[in-house]
């Protein structure tokens, strides 16, 4: 059984890395919906190879993965920084970093709102946007939570 776990969750990894570029140039979605997009796709494309107690109990472990790396590499401005001094290490200064669109702060509330609607938590119409029925649940849950963490 755990060899079965191991190889199951080898096997989307690199389904994963091989298609990811792939999904992501032509379709204007968020990095999760992308990602268990592929993981619906893979799970229907081996389900003659694996049943389905690997395939539910591999799901905690792919939503790990996508909260640890995809979603802080996509998030996370100190990976940015760090991804601009490894792409320039000898040319570094703090106003061509600044210069760089992903610092704009206008340019972060943008992806984060676009993404929000690619996912229906927010429903734009006219220039204004709303919280749907899945945001109000969403942020009501996280208002308990950072009731209990304050």
Known sequence: MLINYLKFNFLFFCFHLITWNLIIKNFNLSSSLLFFI???????FSRNFFDNYIVVTSLPLQILYLITVIQFIDRSITVQLFLEYYSNPNNIDLVNIMKNDFFDSSNLVQKRIDEHLSTNILIGDDNKTYLSNTGKL???????LAEIYK
Do not use: S, T, V
Not at 38 to 44: S, V
Not at 138 to 144: A, G, L, M, Q, S
């Open 38 to 44: 592929q993981y619906a796709l893979f799970c229907f």
């Open 138 to 144: 969403i942020i009501n849950f996280y208002h308990f």
